[in-house]
Nanobody, 119 residues
Framework: EVQLVESGGGLVQPGGSLRLSCAASGFPFSNHLMSWVRQAPGKGLERVSGINSDGTSTTYAASVKGRFTISRDNAGNTLYLQMNSLRPEDTAVYYC????????????RGQGTQVTVSS
């Protein structure tokens, strides 16, 4: 059974930083593409970033490019998202997702971690 457990969220002031972590289990983590998605209050799910199985290729939504960095530790089965220069519009629940076929809304994901950017 796929298990994804996110942590690291919290309240941060605009311009601040947070590092999210996702502990993965129940599947061969090092063989799979992974992604971070988020859902802001009253909005739909947004794909924030993706990373290939060995961490050599990454993608970012235009809204976070240059501010967020996705990475992974395959030895530790952990996915990360370093978020810098945070803005109020980054406020959302952030989910770690295992990339599968089909729309990303249907990918297995964890329970999420809340990120709130506010002064």
């Amino acid at each position: 059974e796929v298990q994804l457990v996110e942590s690291g969220g919290g309240l941060v002031q605009p311009g601040g930083s947070l590092r999210l972590s996702c502990a993965a289990s129940g599947f061969p983590f090092s063989n799979h593409l992974m992604s971070w998605v988020r859902q802001a209050p009253g909005k739909g799910l947004e794909r924030v970033s993706g990373i290939n199985s060995d961490g050599t290729s990454t993608t970012y939504a235009a809204s976070v490019k240059g501010r967020f960095t996705i990475s992974r530790d395959n030895a530790g089965n952990t996915l990360y998202l370093q978020m810098n220069s945070l803005r109020p519009e980054d406020t959302a629940v952030y989910y770690c997702a295992k990339v599968e076929q089909g729309d990303y809304a249907g990918w297995p994901r964890g329970q999420g971690t809340q990120v709130t950017v506010s002064s």
